[in-house]
């Protein structure tokens, strides 16, 4: 049996400041970002797709991670407290971030960027897609820092302790989503778009692969607290999200290589 490490959950202090673990995650994800988004550009080698091209880029994500994925965390799991605290709502730094609300924002603000550059909407979303699972796999590593979004008991030899909740051995749900929707979604797109597809097929295996990794994932994890146990049919609120994800990747891609031939 482990026990989590009980992480202090800002890594570092400075004075009566402090940098939380979970801001680091999100700042190494959006510097992974640029990293792989600048081989990416290299190897498209598209006119005025550019650094500046890719910085502006980012600018537009952040605020489509960090404002859809706040609002989500509010309005699909949590809506009752953070109505009750609003001052919560702001405290991005104690965690509680939801992906499919950061996935709503993000399409929302490439939607405006494109708009903006004139550029296919889909097309820009393939290019963006390989690069986002890395800042997914650091997200997940805040969880487990913060020692939140804990998994559900479990008798299996890693199962691990988390004080703060009780002392029963529970699945490190956050590891495993760190290595599904982090390392292996990495893993298939990157290898997948390294040759040129259809436009539209990256972005739909990107939701074909993160809805399925976290639909599995979901069977470890703990429901939220802001959802009342499991839902219709004994699934999560996570999984009932994922599922359209999953059904409009399937449908983007079919659409992508129809188009194609």
Do not use: C
């Amino acid at each position: 049996m482990l026990v989590h490490p009980q992480f202090d959950p800002v890594a570092i202090h400075l004075g009566p400041f402090g940098v939380h673990w979970y801001g680091l995650m999100y700042l190494l994800g959006f510097v992974v970002f640029i990293w792989l988004g600048r081989k990416r550009l290299a190897r498209l080698n598209q006119p005025g797709w550019d650094e500046k091209f890719l910085d502006d880029l980012l600018f537009y994500g952040v605020l489509g991670v960090v404002l859809g994925g706040r609002l989500g965390e509010v309005l699909f799991y949590n809506p009752g407290y953070y109505f009750s605290h609003p001052l919560k709502i702001l405290a991005v730094w104690e965690g509680g971030m939801s992906f499919h609300g950061g996935f709503l924002g993000v399409l929302a603000a490439m939607a405006l960027f494109a708009k903006k550059r004139g550029i296919e909407w889909l097309a820009l979303m393939d290019f963006i897609a390989p690069l986002v699972p890395p800042g997914l796999a650091f997200g997940r590593l805040g969880n487990f820092i913060n020692g939140e979004l804990w998994g559900r008991p479990t008798d299996v030899s890693w199962g691990m302790v988390f004080p703060q909740v009780d002392n029963v051995p529970r699945h490190p749900s956050q590891l495993y989503e760190f290595a599904l929707e982090g390392v292996a979604l990495f893993a298939v797109l990157w290898l997948y778009s390294r040759k040129p597809r259809p436009v539209g097929a990256v972005s739909g295996l990107f939701l074909i692969g993160y809805g399925s990794f976290r639909f599995i994932g979901e069977f470890a994890r703990n429901p939220d607290d802001g959802i009342l146990g499991l839902m219709t049919f004994g699934i999560s609120m996570g999984q009932w999200l994922s599922l359209p994800m999953v059904v409009a990747g399937l449908w983007l891609m079919v659409r992508a290589y129809r188009r194609a031939r």
